[in-house]
């Protein structure tokens, strides 16, 4: 909205600063960190009025997190809000890129906030059926594959890129919508499974989000994408005010999500989060780095694959609890050194992405 505003500038004033993609930037991350802050906590304070009870702890998870009962959730709300109104104050709103990645986010945060609901009102955590949730995904994400296929440019258009290789393209052909899905709705899926500690989802989203809000500024300056070597995707800079506002929103919600947590993400968040993440790897051409990237996120998921696989073959057990996560804290590990080293491993991952924009 505020770069409308360097319609009545003459070049040298004021308005002239929102033409800058990295000053609209940080506006984007000061409003939503703002807003995180101002609008937190009155927000706890009504989900745990109308909530009641809180989010429904479950029976069978590490005992630890019994004490927890009574935490209020969806406080993805508030990440969302200060998302979604940081995005719009400061983003071009005639990038597509924007619009498909902020429509991505609001969608899956639908259906997350749906299954939250579902939770809290009837005091259990099955919440909505995982088959509608998982359909209701594919729609949403084979709709913003195809919207982004629509707008990359034509040599890019359906070709999947490979990091670390300057030339290599594979054409996908009509399987780079269903190839989005996957990226879209398993990110989506992965950062839901990873949010099950307090302040453990948020942090590595926010990296891995930073990061490629990085990506999105470079491969979207043809500057930038010939001096590195890497595909240039016309109009995708301006996903970096998105990425921006996403780590603002993050932070304001970790000063409430830090352990012991005031409020949880809920699937409102965390789905809208990995949604959002995955849309902009499919919009930048690096679904490949994100997976590099959001590699924890994988690790997660592929935890509970692998143990729900091998225990329908064996009927043991891999890991002692999954996702693996919970693994740790069965083998003693306190919830704040689980926390933190995963964070660690998050920046290295996300150090090891954006070495992928210069060894080529």
């Not at 009574?70 to 890129?97: E, K, N, Q």
Request: aromatic share 12%; hydrophobic share 55%.
């Amino acid at each position: 909205m505020f770069y409308w505003l360097t319609e009545f500038s003459d070049g040298g004033d004021f308005f002239n600063l929102f033409r800058y993609t990295t000053v609209r930037a940080g506006g984007a991350f000061v409003t939503a960190l703002i807003f995180g802050f101002i609008f937190g906590r009155p927000l706890i304070d009504l989900l745990r009025r109308k909530q009641g009870k809180g989010q429904p702890i479950r029976d069978d998870g590490p005992q630890s997190h019994l004490a927890k009962a009574g935490t209020p959730t969806m406080g993805g709300l508030l990440i969302l809000s200060a998302l979604i109104f940081s995005t719009l104050l400061w983003a071009r709103l005639d990038s597509p890129y924007v619009w498909i990645v902020l429509l991505v986010t609001i969608a899956f945060g639908l259906i997350g906030f749906a299954d939250d609901y579902a939770k809290v009102t009837k005091q259990n955590t099955k919440g909505v059926s995982s088959r509608i949730r998982m359909g209701m995904g594919l729609l949403i994400a084979a709709l913003a594959t195809y919207a982004a296929s629509m707008f990359h440019p034509a040599e890019l258009t359906n070709q999947l890129a490979f990091p670390f290789f300057k030339d290599a393209l594979v054409n996908l052909s009509w399987f780079f919508v269903p190839f989005g899905m996957v990226v879209i709705v398993g990110a989506a899926n992965a950062v839901n499974l990873t949010d099950g500690l307090d302040g453990l989802a948020i942090m590595p989203v926010m990296i891995a989000g930073g990061t490629l809000g990085i990506i999105s500024y470079v491969v979207g300056r043809v500057d930038y994408t010939t001096f590195l070597g890497v595909h240039y995707v016309p109009g995708t800079s301006d996903l970096v005010v998105f990425a921006s506002a996403l780590f603002g929103a993050g932070l304001g919600f970790l000063w409430y999500n830090a352990p012991p947590a005031a409020v949880f993400m809920g699937d409102t968040g965390s789905l809208a989060l990995g949604g959002a993440l995955g849309a902009i790897a499919v919009c930048t051409k690096h679904e490949i780095v994100l997976a590099i990237v959001g590699g924890l996120f994988v690790v997660e998921a592929l935890s509970v694959i692998i143990q729900v696989l091998y225990y329908k073959r064996t009927k043991k057990r891999i890991f002692l609890m999954a996702p693996i996560h919970h693994h740790f804290e069965k083998k003693g590990w306190a919830e704040p050194q689980i926390v933190i080293r995963f964070w660690i491993i998050s920046l290295i991952l996300a150090m090891i992405g954006l070495a992928t924009l210069k060894v080529r």
